[in-house]
C-alpha cells in the first residue's frame, strides 16, 4: 500500500485490506490516534482483551516482540500490536552502550519476518517527526537527518505509512459546521473558521469550545458575537497581538496582552515560548516578503503545514516591521530567555522590560 493518506488507508480498510506493518505519525494526534483505532477495529474487532498487544516504545523489548510477532491467535484472525512512540533518535532513556542506529537495526531484523496473521502498527503521539515538503511527489516526507524516516521507509515498502497532518481552518470549519448540525445549531463556515483559528486548530480545544457553544445557543445560530464573547484566544493569538502592538508602537495594547496572558512562574517559559514563536514567525514573513514570496508559499517553505493562516496573520502583523527590527527584537528575546532560565528574576517583569525595549527598537 506504501504512502497513503487518510482517506486512502480508511477506503483500504473498508475493503478489508490490511497490511502486515503500519507507520502512523503527524502533527494531528487526534488523527493518529482514530487511525489508529481504525486499524485496530479492522484487524480484531471486538477481540482486543485476546487480539491486542499494547507496548510503549519507550520501553521496547527486542526479544518480546519477536515472540509476539510469531503468536498465533485462536480467538481472532489476526494477531494485533500496538507500538506506542517508539523514537529510532533515542530508543532507550538510557543509551549507555548502545548504538541508536544499532538498536533500529535489530527491530527491522524482527520486522523483515512479520508472518500473515499479524499485523504491527507503530503509532506517534508524544513526539514529532520533523518532516519537509516535496515538490516531486507533492507530499510531506520525513527529513532525512531523522532516524525515525529508516522505520518509516520500512513500513512504506513492506505495509503502510500515513502521516495525519494538522488540518487547515478550512477543513475544520467544515467538521464544526457539521458537527454543530448534528446537535441541532447551525453556524456559518466563516464563523466556524474563526473558532478554528482561535483554537489553533486544535481538535480537542474546538470540541470543548463547540460543546460550550452548542450549549449557550440552544438551537439557534452560532454568531461571531457568542464567539467573541465564548471562545477564548489562547496565549498564542494573545501574542500576535501583542506583537501587533509593538509593530504599531502601541504601548498600552501591548501591555494589555501581557496582563490577558497571565504570567506567572508556573506557565513563564510556556507563555515566552509563545511570544518568541510568534515573532519568528514574523521574522520568517518578513524575509519571505523582501523576496516577493506570498504567505501560502512561505508556510510551506518554513514548514507551516495545514496552519498557512499563522503565516498569514505574520505577514499582516509584520508589514510594518523591518526584518532588522524583527532581527533586534529577537535578540532581546533571547537574551531575556537567558536571565529567566539563568536567575530567579520575576517573570512578567523581565518581559515587560523586553517588550519596553522592543518597543523602542520598533521606532
Same mark, same amino acid.
Given at each position: 500500500?506504501?504512502?497513503?493518506?487518510? =482517506?486512502?488507508?480508511?477506503?483500504?480498510?473498508?475493503?478489508?485490506?490490511?497490511?502486515?506493518?503500519?507507520?502512523?505519525?503527524?502533527?494531528?494526534?487526534?488523527?493518529?490516534?482514530?487511525?489508529? %483505532? =481504525?486499524?485496530?477495529?479492522?484487524?480484531?474487532?471486538?477481540?482486543?482483551?485476546?487480539?491486542?498487544?499494547?507496548?510503549?516504545?519507550?520501553?521496547?523489548?527486542?526479544?518480546?516482540?519477536?515472540?509476539?510477532?510469531?503468536?498465533?491467535?485462536?480467538?481472532?484472525?489476526?494477531?494485533?500490536?500496538?507500538?506506542?512512540?517508539?523514537?529510532?533518535? =533515542?530508543?532507550?532513556?538510557?543509551?549507555?552502550?548502545?548504538?541508536? &542506529?544499532?538498536?533500529?537495526?535489530?527491530?527491522?531484523?524482527?520486522?523483515?519476518?512479520?508472518?500473515?496473521?499479524?499485523?504491527?502498527?507503530?503509532?506517534?503521539?508524544?513526539?514529532?517527526?520533523?518532516?519537509?515538503?516535496?515538490?516531486?511527489?507533492? %507530499?510531506?516526507?520525513?527529513?532525512?537527518?531523522?532516524?525515525?524516516?529508516?522505520?518509516?521507509?520500512?513500513?512504506?515498502?513492506?505495509?503502510?505509512?500515513?502521516?495525519?497532518?494538522?488540518?487547515?481552518?478550512?477543513?475544520?470549519?467544515?467538521?464544526?459546521?457539521?458537527? #454543530?448540525?448534528?446537535?441541532?445549531?447551525?453556524?456559518?463556515? &466563516?464563523?466556524?473558521?474563526?473558532?478554528?483559528?482561535?483554537?489553533?486548530?486544535?481538535?480537542?480545544?474546538?470540541? !470543548?469550545?463547540?460543546?460550550?457553544?452548542?450549549?449557550?445557543?440552544?438551537?439557534?445560530?452560532? #454568531? %461571531?458575537?457568542?464567539?467573541?464573547?465564548?471562545?477564548?484566544?489562547?496565549?498564542?493569538?494573545?501574542?500576535?497581538?501583542?506583537?501587533?502592538?509593538?509593530?504599531?508602537?502601541?504601548?498600552?495594547?501591548?501591555?494589555?496582552?501581557? &496582563?490577558?496572558?497571565?504570567?506567572?512562574?508556573?506557565?513563564?517559559?510556556?507563555?515566552?515560548?509563545?511570544?518568541?514563536?510568534?515573532?519568528?514567525?514574523?521574522?520568517?514573513?518578513?524575509?519571505?516578503? =523582501?523576496?516577493?514570496?506570498?504567505?501560502?508559499?512561505?508556510?510551506?517553505?518554513?514548514?507551516?503545514?495545514?496552519?498557512?493562516?499563522?503565516?498569514? !496573520?505574520?505577514?499582516?502583523?509584520?508589514?510594518?516591521?523591518?526584518?532588522?527590527?524583527? %532581527?533586534?527584537?529577537?535578540?532581546?528575546?533571547?537574551?531575556?530567555?537567558?536571565?529567566?532560565?539563568?536567575?530567579?528574576? &520575576?517573570?512578567?517583569?523581565?518581559?515587560?522590560?523586553?517588550?519596553?525595549?522592543?518597543?523602542?527598537?520598533?521606532?
Amino acid at each position: 500500500m506504501a504512502v497513503v493518506n487518510e =482517506k486512502e488507508l480508511t477506503a483500504a480498510l473498508k475493503k478489508g485490506e490490511l497490511s502486515r506493518i503500519y507507520y502512523i505519525f503527524g502533527g494531528d494526534t487526534a488523527g493518529v490516534e482514530a487511525v489508529t %483505532r =481504525k486499524i485496530i477495529n479492522a484487524a480484531v474487532g471486538g477481540n482486543e482483551d485476546f487480539a491486542l498487544t499494547k507496548l510503549d516504545g519507550k520501553k521496547l523489548d527486542m526479544s518480546q516482540l519477536e515472540e509476539l510477532v510469531g503468536q498465533f491467535n485462536m480467538m481472532s484472525e489476526y494477531n494485533c500490536i500496538l507500538i506506542n512512540d517508539y523514537n529510532c533518535e =533515542k530508543p532507550y532513556e538510557d543509551m549507555r552502550g548502545k548504538s541508536a &542506529d544499532e538498536v533500529t537495526k535489530s527491530l527491522l531484523a524482527v520486522l523483515k519476518n512479520i508472518p500473515d496473521q499479524t499485523v504491527v502498527i507503530f503509532n506517534v503521539t508524544g513526539f514529532e517527526v520533523e518532516v519537509q515538503w516535496d515538490y516531486k511527489t507533492r %507530499r510531506n516526507v520525513i527529513k532525512s537527518k531523522n532516524k525515525n524516516k529508516k522505520l518509516a521507509d520500512f513500513a512504506a515498502k513492506n505495509g503502510t505509512l500515513c502521516e495525519m497532518p494538522i488540518k487547515t481552518s478550512q477543513e475544520l470549519a467544515r467538521i464544526i459546521t457539521n458537527k #454543530t448540525a448534528a446537535r441541532g445549531g447551525a453556524i456559518t463556515l &466563516d464563523n466556524a473558521r474563526e473558532i478554528a483559528e482561535r483554537c489553533l486548530c486544535d481538535e480537542l480545544t474546538i470540541e !470543548n469550545e463547540l460543546d460550550k457553544l452548542c450549549a449557550y445557543a440552544q438551537g439557534r445560530e452560532i #454568531t %461571531r458575537e457568542m464567539i467573541q464573547e465564548h471562545v477564548h484566544q489562547r496565549n498564542d493569538m494573545t501574542a500576535y497581538e501583542l506583537a501587533k502592538a509593538v509593530a504599531s508602537l502601541n504601548a498600552n495594547a501591548a501591555f494589555e496582552a501581557i &496582563d490577558e496572558m497571565n504570567i506567572t512562574k508556573d506557565n513563564r517559559m510556556i507563555v515566552f515560548h509563545v511570544i518568541f514563536s510568534t515573532f519568528t514567525d514574523m521574522y520568517h514573513a518578513a524575509c519571505a516578503r =523582501k523576496k516577493g514570496i506570498g504567505y501560502e508559499q512561505a508556510a510551506n517553505d518554513f514548514g507551516y503545514y495545514g496552519r498557512s493562516f499563522i503565516m498569514k !496573520n505574520a505577514y499582516s502583523y509584520s508589514s510594518r516591521m523591518s526584518v532588522e527590527k524583527l %532581527r533586534k527584537c529577537i535578540i532581546i528575546l533571547r537574551d531575556t530567555a537567558v536571565r529567566m532560565n539563568s536567575t530567579a528574576c &520575576d517573570p512578567r517583569y523581565e518581559i515587560e522590560q523586553a517588550v519596553t525595549r522592543m518597543l523602542k527598537e520598533s521606532k
